[in-house]
């Protein structure tokens, strides 16, 4: 089966500075995408960054990159330069099946950004 | 831009009733999702659909769940006799295939009194 582990309940860190959540996950697929996803207290799930795990290069979206480390089933998000708006749960997930909508989530970690 | 949209947004209902929760997947999306947050929890996986019917669930998904797409527009899924233990957030997703991204609706938060 499946599993995504997040290993950080909550993390925090200061306005403007950098900030790494980690996840490991496990899975017997050699195709499949891996995903963070932002909950702000709204509880709406919003994609922060994808990864396809044929792609060797990490994927980047603005302040957002991953560490992609596929042999050693690891999967990191770090935030640059963060902003007050970045306060949220955090949930690492993967797809599995070839989907990106069948997903198995991660416990989440809880960001704070102190001012 | 085009958006999942669940109905309502919040739900209150007594333990033992039947409760249906919508949502208006994006239009020319072709697989449909649901999943659960009981709070402070994290999301969990309960059904896949495609094409009419059930592509994967999970062992939460049990007979006491069902989904329907009743028409072109809606994706439902129905609790038919709820239990206190039910309630959470449900969230649906679209995608418009299976290994595109799936987009999330904001949520229906169902309390079980």
């Known amino acids: 089966a499946q599993t995504v582990t997040q290993s950080q309940p909550e993390m925090s860190v200061q306005e403007a500075e950098t900030v790494t959540l980690s996840c490991t996950y496990d899975t017997s697929e050699s195709d499949y995408y891996l995903f963070w996803y932002k909950q702000p207290p709204s509880r709406q799930m919003i994609l922060v960054i994808r990864?396809?795990?044929?792609?060797?290069q990490n994927a980047t979206e603005n302040r957002f990159s991953v560490n992609f480390q596929k042999a050693a089933k690891s999967f990191s998000l770090k935030i640059s330069d963060s902003q007050l708006g970045d306060a949220a749960m955090y949930f690492c997930?993967?797809?599995?099946?070839?989907?990106?909508?069948?997903?198995?989530f991660g416990k989440g970690t809880k960001l704070s950004v102190k001012p | 831009e085009p958006e999942v949209t669940q109905t309502p947004s919040h739900q209150v209902t007594q333990m033992g009733q039947e409760v249906i929760l919508r949502c208006v997947p994006i239009s020319n999306h072709l697989y449909f999702y649901w999943y659960r947050q009981i709070l402070g929890q994290k999301v969990e996986f309960l059904v896949s659909?495609?094409?009419?019917?059930?592509?994967?669930k999970s062992e939460i998904f049990d007979d006491q769940f069902s989904v329907e797409r009743p028409d072109g527009s809606n994706f439902t899924l129905k609790i038919r006799s709820t239990k206190l233990e039910d309630s959470a957030m449900y969230f649906c997703?679209?995608?418009?295939?299976?290994?595109?991204?799936?987009?999330f609706g904001q949520g229906t938060r169902l309390t079980v009194v």
């Open positions: 659909f495609y094409n009419n019917e059930i592509s994967e």
């Open positions: 997930a993967s797809g599995y099946g070839g989907s990106q909508g069948n997903l198995i």
């Open positions: 990864q396809e795990a044929y792609k060797q």
């Open positions: 997703a679209s995608s418009s295939f299976r290994a595109t991204e799936a987009f």
